[in-house]
């Protein structure tokens, strides 16, 4: 599992001693959705490119169950040549705004799921929280199926980052003045039971304004945060985050954070096509195709490069 995850020593290591990190930012949902699938495996690429880079991924764990584009109430997959799914939760107007991280895994009927992944699927489920099953079921697909390297990819929730940059400042002085002009012109959100409600106090945040967690992350000085078209057009604004909190700091000592947009989608879906049949019931179910259909589908376990 932590090898997996990317949490062993030797992982650690590669990160620390790595001179270009890759820092992306997925949803946490069991759902890994083509074409968002394609930038794990854009960041493989890269890496394949050049051996010292390391991956880290950064999973919003404050999605809600509105959220359409990733689906977290539910899980889709192939049994058997036919679309299923396992429901989660129960998606209504009193639960949609619940996000993952405040919910607990459910005890799930595991008996559909495809034999290469129901071992990991029924140990997912015995996570706290859900959002850290979402995290560990999306590194079992990519680390097995050629989308992320094991051992060069880290899978952190990224609240946990936001909770260690708030307890360094909250406790140590120089931390303090350094993150204080981030921390004071953030939107800052805190989980109110199952939901996430405005605050003005920094101290009691759970997550950060998309802007001032990106800029925050820039503090590992990646290579490239990589994204795609809609990171592009608002990157303009990380930036503008990054200048107003540091008016004074040198460009030489922090590089402005970069974006890197990944190429042509259809380079990386072409080869995770869906057969005629799957892809009529996607368009029944209203669902894009997924990594877990692909995997079964086109057996990439046993492909992986």
């Known amino acids: 599992m932590l090898e997996t995850l990317g949490v062993t020593p030797s992982a650690i290591n590669e990160f620390i001693t790595s001179e270009d990190i890759y820092i992306t930012l997925p949803h946490a949902s069991m759902n890994v959705f083509f074409p968002r699938a394609g930038v794990s495996r854009y960041v493989y690429d890269l890496q394949n490119s050049n051996k010292n880079a390391f991956h880290l991924r950064f999973f919003l764990t404050h999605t809600n169950f509105s959220d359409l584009n990733w689906r977290p109430y539910a899980w ?175 460009e030489v000592e922090f590089a402005l954070p970069t974006n890197l947009v990944m190429p042509a989608v259809q380079e990386y879906i072409y080869p995770y096509k869906p057969s005629s049949d799957i892809a009529e019931q996607l368009i029944k179910n209203n669902i894009p195709y997924s990594l877990t259909m692909a995997i079964q589908e086109h057996d990439l376990f046993s492909k992986k490069e």
């Open 76 to 250: 889709w997959f192939n049994n058997g040549g036919k679309i299923d799914k396992l429901t989660f939760f129960t998606r209504n107007k009193k639960k949609k705004h619940n996000i993952v991280y405040s919910l607990k895994p459910n005890e799930m009927h595991s008996a559909s799921v495809d034999r290469r992944l129901r071992h990991d699927f029924d140990t997912s489920m015995k996570f706290k929280r859900i959002s850290l099953s979402f995290i560990y079921m999306t590194a079992v697909q990519e680390v097995n199926s050629g989308f992320a390297h094991k051992g060069r990819t880290l899978y952190l929730p990224l609240d946990a980052f936001v909770a260690f940059i708030i307890h360094q400042a909250k406790n140590d002085v120089i931390s303090f003045n350094f993150l204080e002009a981030f921390l004071s012109q953030a939107q800052c959100r805190r989980l109110n039971g199952e939901e996430l409600s405005f605050t003005s106090e920094w101290r009691d945040a759970f997550i950060f304004d998309n802007f001032t967690n990106i800029a925050l992350l820039n503090f590992f000085q990646p290579a490239a945060f990589v994204g795609g078209e809609k990171m592009d057009n608002y990157w303009h604004q990380v930036i503008e985050k990054w200048k107003m909190a540091l008016p004074n700091q040198s």
